[in-house]
């Protein structure tokens, strides 16, 4: 479904008090969607179950990105980041992205939680552009490789910068 639709230059914006909450399985097929994300993505609760999470997937949103957020989820750690996500009608929204594994009774790993905010207009400012640059490089050259260009590439400015990626996503989360 995600392919067939155009992106339109339309944004949505959560409100301050606006959460969106998602759960999945351990391969990213929503679990669980809260009314908030089916309001803003524009999908019934019908079409988010059983789906994989890439159904909101951007294409202005670098690979490099994503490979980031598996590697952190399987490694078992926290992935915070922004990510301008696509609505049913096109329409884009950008969130402030914390996902953290969710375990079952026994302590073994069931899937992922995800909640999301509004982001500072500061974050957006500052990532489009590096985001367009990511996508730049895994467009040109081969495919295989693309993300972990992208991701060097995101490496190299956080270096510039003298920050980690977990400092920089933080020092953004202001307006
Ligand atoms: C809990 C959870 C929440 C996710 N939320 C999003 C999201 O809001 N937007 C998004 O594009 N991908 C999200 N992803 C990542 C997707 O599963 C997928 O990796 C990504 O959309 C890239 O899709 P692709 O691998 O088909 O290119 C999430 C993954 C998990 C585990």
Redesign the pocket.
């Known amino acids: 479904m995600k392919n067939k639709i155009t992106p339109q230059n339309n944004e949505v914006c959560l409100g301050d008090d606006e959460f969106i909450v ?1 759960k ?1 399985d351990r391969k ?1 097929i929503i679990t669980y969607t809260n009314r908030v994300f089916m309001q803003i993505a524009g999908f019934s609760e019908s079409e988010l179950l059983g789906t ?3 159904i ?3 294409p202005d ?1 670098p ?1 490099g990105v ?1 490979k980031f ?2 590697q952190t ?1 399987e490694q078992e750690d926290e992935f915070f980041g922004y ?1 301008k ?1 696509l609505c049913k009608d096109g329409s884009y929204y950008w ?1 402030f ?1 914390n ?1 953290t594994p969710d375990y079952d009774g026994n302590g073994n790993l069931a899937g ?3 909640v999301r905010r509004k982001p500072s207009q500061l974050a957006i400012n500052t990532l489009s552009p590096i985001y367009q640059e990511m996508l730049a490089v895994e467009q040109s050259g081969s495919a295989r490789d693309a993300a972990d260009r992208s991701i060097a590439l995101l490496q190299s400015k956080l270096d510039e910068l003298g920050v980690s990626y977990f400092e920089l996503v933080m020092s953004l989360d202001k307006d």
Do not use: C, E, K, P
């Open positions: 998602s999945t990213g994989q999470h890439n909101v997937r951007h949103m690979r994503f957020l598996w989820l990510v996500n969130v992205a996902i992922y939680y995800s």
